[in-house]
Structures are given as C-alpha cells and as structure tokens.
C-alpha cells in the first residue's frame, strides 16, 4: 500500500493564503475522508481537519480542508508565523488499514 | 480530563520484544477505534495498526506478523506487543484515540509518544 502524495513544502508570507495538496487513490481519497495534522518539532501531531472538512473544538476557520476526486487540500488562511510546522494528510484505504502522506514542511517567509 | 498516558519503550536488540502501553482516561478504549502510529527519527508519520470497538484488528504490511494490538478494557489500556524486531523499527510511537465529543470538545487525543530503539 503506497503512502499518500504530499508535496515536499510550502512557503507563504504573513496574511497570505497557502494550499497543500495531497494525492491518493480510489480506494482511500476517493472512498473515504481525509484527515489532517500539524506537527511541531518534538511533539505529538494535532488534529487539524477530520472527514475532510470538519474542524476539531478549538481550531480556527483560517484552518479549512477540501476534496475532490483521489485528491484533497489543506487551505490556510490568514498565515502566521505560528503557522510554520510540518502537516501530514491521513485517510482510511478500503483494505481497512491507515495511511498518510510524506508531510509537508510549511516556512513563512 | 482525556489523556492518553504511554509507558513501555526504550533500547532493546535486533530479534527481541517489547511491549507498549497506553492508559486512557475519560473515554473508553472500546469506543469506536484506536491506532497506533510510529515516526522514524527525522521522518514521517506511520500508521502502524488499528484495533476495533468490536476487536477487529489490521496492521500495516512492515509489521503485519510481528505486532499485535491488544487491550484490557477493564484497565482501559491498550497494547501493541512487538516482536522479531529489526532495526527499522527505531522510532517514537504514538496511540491515538478517532476523534471524539467530551462534554462538547471534539477532538482526536494522543499520547506523549514513546521512543524504541533498536540496536545492538
């Protein structure tokens, strides 16, 4: 089962709005919802976006997440420099099993 | 309070076992699902195994064999009993709880991670 497909990183300058982008297949973007996750160096990923675009209690709506087809996006708006981190999409493959993508390192500029 | 507190981990040789816990607490371990989910040193996330309310259990290919996930719901605590362990297992591993409502936050809880090394 291959990994999913996340660009390598991002940049973007304070206020801007970034996507990252995340490619999969039938049998895991195209079937079910995706996940994502912002990691910190040295701490456990956090929630961000779940079943697509549903947001976790506490994260705000700068935070936004799409789909369409094998592939979905992570969009944020408003970018601080808090914002810079790694993000990782996630979905569920019809085999029942997990999978994420490579990650994303994300740097404002 | 949610937490997901882990124990278990550290150095352990090429070929031997070890075995990972996961107390939780203001959920129930039986609820819905839990994963676990691993993170080479400098790398990316792993999905590792997950384990269903209703004992359904699925591994990923690199592990499928050699690890098993497990839980006590009368300590609500889960397990992941790893075997045949190689080097490439070196990593810091996670449990993570789907996301859930408690008393109105939804969320998705993980624990602090717990690092395995192998070496000899």
């Known amino acids: 089962h291959s990994a999913l497909t996340q660009p390598p990183s991002a940049s973007g300058t304070p206020g801007q709005r970034v996507t990252i982008s995340c490619s999969g297949s039938s049998s895991n973007i195209g079937s079910h919802g995706v996940n994502w996750y912002q990691q910190l160096p040295g701490t456990a990923p956090k929630l961000l976006i779940y079943g697509g675009n549903q947001r976790p209690s506490g994260v705000p709506d700068r935070f936004s997440g799409s789909k369409s087809g094998t592939s979905a996006s992570l969009a944020i708006s408003g970018l601080r420099s808090e914002d810079e981190a790694e993000y990782y999409c996630a979905a569920w493959d019809d085999s029942l099993i997990g999978l994420f993508g490579g990650g994303t390192k994300l740097t404002v500029l | ?120």
């Open chain 2, 1 to 120: 309070e949610v937490q997901l507190v882990q124990s278990g981990g550290g150095l352990v040789q090429p070929g031997g076992s070890q075995r990972l816990s996961c107390a939780a607490s203001g959920f129930n371990v039986s609820f819905n699902y839990m994963t676990w989910v691993r993170q080479a040193p400098g790398k990316g996330l792993e999905w590792v195994s997950v384990i269903y309310y209703d004992g359904r259990t699925y591994y990923a290919d690199s592990v499928k064999g050699r690890f098993t996930v497990s839980r006590d719901i009368s300590k609500n605590t889960l397990y992941l009993q790893m075997s045949s362990l190689r080097v490439d297992d070196t990593a810091v591993y996670y449990c993570a709880s789907p996301p859930i409502s408690v008393d109105g936050v939804i969320d998705e809880y993980w624990g602090q991670g717990t690092l395995v090394t192998v070496s000899s």
